[in-house]
């Protein structure tokens, strides 16, 4: 069992950086593929990144390739999504995942709300 509880969402400005969290509890966090994805009002829940293990490996959705980083220290039982160039079209509430899958994602967050102002 993983609890995942999201932080470090907010208001921030167009072409700005935010930087979300997500810290895990239970002993087999390092197992886990761990994963990013974001819902606006209105829309499908959309990928945004997934990071492997070891944080070795990671890909990304195409709306935020380039802009958006993710990584993880295990040591702390926590991943990072380090959000820059920030677009209107970005806010949406923010959840990460767990699975010890990519795609098979058991454990989710309760989301952090991330709003970008033009």
């Known amino acids: 069992q993983v609890r995942l509880v999201e932080s470090g969402g907010g208001l921030v400005q167009a072409g700005g950086s935010l930087r979300l969290s997500c810290a895990g509890s239970g002993r087999s966090f390092a197992n886990y593929y761990m994963a990013w994805f974001r819902q606006a009002p209105g829309k499908e829940r959309e990928f945004v990144a997934v990071?492997?293990?070891?944080?070795?490996?990671?890909y990304y959705g195409d709306s935020v390739k380039g802009r958006f980083t993710m990584s993880r220290d295990n040591a702390k039982n926590t991943v990072y999504l380090q959000m820059g160039s920030l677009k209107t079209e970005d806010a949406a509430v923010y959840y990460c995942?767990?699975?010890?899958?990519?795609?098979?994602?058991?454990?989710w967050g309760q989301g952090t709300q991330v709003t970008v102002s033009s």
């Open positions: 995942a767990a699975g010890p899958e990519m795609a098979d994602y058991r454990y």
């Open positions: 990071i492997n293990w070891f944080g070795t490996i990671t």
